[in-house]
C-alpha cells in the first residue's frame, strides 16, 4: 500500500543521502575543479539503472547519467557483479559525457542481493591527450582527448585495483590530484551504501524497493499532467554555434518542439551535420538538455528522476551535431553545444509558455585552461574553470549578473586559490558594465578575468560562445553583449583572440577573458528609472548607455534622474 506521506519521507531521504554523497566527494577531493569549483555530481539508482535522486548539483551530468549506468550493466550484467566492486568508465560513446569526466558506480548489496546502485560522475583536470585539460579546442578525433576508459572495475571485492590505477595515472599529466580524487569519488559512494542499507534497516527492503519505483512514476505521473495544461501544437527554433574550432562558420541547431495530449515531441531534424572539430554532442548530452529544459520550464519542484524521460521523445538523427557517429570529438560540447541546445529548446518553449521562459543567457560555460609545467615543484599542473556570464532576464525579474545558467552549475574558483596552486597571478576579476541586454527586466552582466601566465611558457585553451551572435531578448529585450578574449604580450600590445583557440603563451602573457551579458526582457523603454539609477551608481551601467539605451536621462553632478527630459526621451 502507497501512501503519500510515506512517498515524502522516502524522497526526502534519498535526496539526503545523494547530497551527502556530494558533500564527501567535495571535502575529500584534492583538485580544486572539485573541492572548490564542485564540478561534480552524484546519484542514487535502482538495481535496473534507473535514476531515482539526485544531488542538486550539475544538470548535465545528472541527465546524461540515465544513460550511462544502463549501459555499464550491459557491460557488467548484476549477476556478474560482487559486494565491494566498483565500476569506472569514462568513454563518452557509452557514458554521453566528455572524457575528464569519469564516472564511478558502486552496487549496493543487502544480505547478497543487489538493491541499489550508488554514482558520482566528478570532472578531473587531465585525463590525458594532446593538451592539459584534455579538452582542446582543436581536437579533431577522440583519440586525441585523452584516455578512453571502458566498463571496468576499479575495485574488486573491496580492494582497489592498483595495477589499472597506475596505469591510468601514468596517462594523465596531474597523476596526484587524479589518484586522490578516484579515492574521493569512492568514497562518496560507499557513504551512499552505508547510508542506504541504514534506510533498509529501518523500512525494510521490500518497502523501499517499492517506494523507489513509486517515486519514478509519481515524476512520470507529474510530468504528465503538467503537459496536458500547455497548448497543443508544433514550435520550432534555430540558433546557431559560432565554428567549430577548426573552421569559423556558423553550425545550425534545430529543434521543433511538438505538444500532444501528454507528451512532447523533440525533433532535431535539420540540425547540421558533425563537426570536424570537437563541438559533437553525444546523444546522451542532448537527452540532458531536453529534459532540463522541460522540468524547468513546466514545473522546477517535480523529482528529478528516471520518470521525467517517459513522457519525452527525442529525435536526434546520426551523424550530426546532436548526435555525432564515432570517432568525432566532442571534448567541448558539454561546455558550448550542450548550452545551444538548451538555447533552442528555449527559444521554442518562448512561444508556448512564453510567461515561463528567460530570455537568452550567455549561452557558454566559458571555459578558460592553462597548463605546463610549474617552476616551483617541478611537476606538471592544470589550471581548469569555466567562468559565468549574464542570465536572461525573465518575465518577473532581472538576470542575475555574473553566474553559470543552464546546463552547468559550478562555482568560481577563488583568486587565492589559484594563485596558491598554480604559477599564475590573477590581475583582475569582475563584472562587465554595459554588458546587460537592456529591457524592462535587464540581463545579466557578463565577466572579465584577468590573468598573468608567470616565469615560463604555458599551453592555453579558451572556448567560448557568443562571440558573434548576442544572446537574444524576448518581449521587445535586447540581446545581451558578446563575449571577447584578448591576450595582452609582455611588451604591451594586445591581440583579440578567436573565441575557441588552444594555443602555447610566453611567460608574461595576460589572458583578458571576458564572458557574454545576458538578454534583457520587455522594452527597455518601461524599465523603472530608478533600477537604471541603481546601476548607474553601481557602475554597471554608464550615464551615456542609460540615456540611449533606457530614455533615461540622469544629471551626472547628483546622479538624479530629469524626469522631464526621461519622458521626452521615451515619448520619441
Known sequence: MIDAVTLEVMRNALQSIAEEMGATLIRTALSPNIKDRKDCSTAIYTRDGQLVAQAEHIPLHLGLMQSVVKEV??????????????????????????????????????????????????????????????????????????????????????????????????????????????????????????RFNELIDKHGKEKVLVYLEELISYSERSLSSEIKKIPQGSWQYTDYLEGDGIIEKPYAIKARVTVNEDTITVDFTGTDKQTRGPFNSTRAVTLACVYYVVKSVLNPEIPSNEGISKSLKIITPEGTIVNPDFPAPVSNANLNTAQRIADVILGAFSNILPEKVTAASAGTMGLFTI???????????????????????????????????????????????????????????????????????????????????????????LSSERAKIKPWGLKGGKPGANSLNIFKYSDGSQEVQPSKITTEVAWGTTIIYNTPGGGGYGSPFERDPALVVRDVKGELISLERAEREYGVAIDPSTLKVDYKKTGEIRKK
Open 73 to 194: 550493466l550491459k557491460a557488467y550484467p548484476r549477476e556478474n557483479l560482487l559486494p565491494g566492486d566498483a565500476l569506472i568508465i569514462n568513454d563518452p560513446y557509452i557514458s554521453g559525457s566528455h572524457l575528464p569526466d569519469i564516472c564511478i558506480f558502486l552496487p549496493v548489496f543487502y544480505q547478497r542481493e543487489i538493491v541499489a546502485i550508488m554514482a558520482n560522475l566528478a570532472h578531473h583536470v587531465d585525463v590525458g591527450g594532446m593538451t592539459p585539460g584534455s579538452t582542446p579546442a582543436n581536437s579533431t578525433s577522440i583519440f586525441q582527448e585523452g584516455i578512453r576508459i571502458p566498463p571496468v572495475k576499479i575495485m574488486k571485492k573491496g580492494q582497489l585495483d592498483e595495477e589499472i590505477m597506475a596505469l591510468l595515472s601514468r596517462n594523465v599529466r596531474t597523476s596526484f590530484e587524479f589518484n586522490g580524487d578516484i579515492r574521493a569519488q569512492i568514497a562518496s559512494n560507499a557513504v551512499g551504501m552505508k
Open 371 to 461: 597548463g605546463g609545467l610549474d617552476d616551483r615543484s617541478r611537476e606538471f599542473y592544470s589550471y581548469v574553470e569555466t567562468y559565468g556570464g549574464g542570465q536572461g532576464a525573465n518575465p518577473l525579474s532581472d538576470g542575475l549578473d555574473g553566474v553559470h545558467t543552464n546546463m552547468t552549475n559550478t562555482r568560481n574558483t577563488p583568486t587565492e586559490v589559484i594563485e596558491i596552486s598554480y604559477p599564475l597571478l590573477v590581475n583582475r576579476y569582475c563584472l562587465r558594465p554595459d554588458t546587460e541586454g537592456p529591457g524592462k527586466f535587464r540581463g545579466g552582466m557578463g565577466l572579465c578575468r584577468e590573468i598573468t601566465i608567470l616565469s615560463h611558457s604555458a599551453e592555453v585553451t
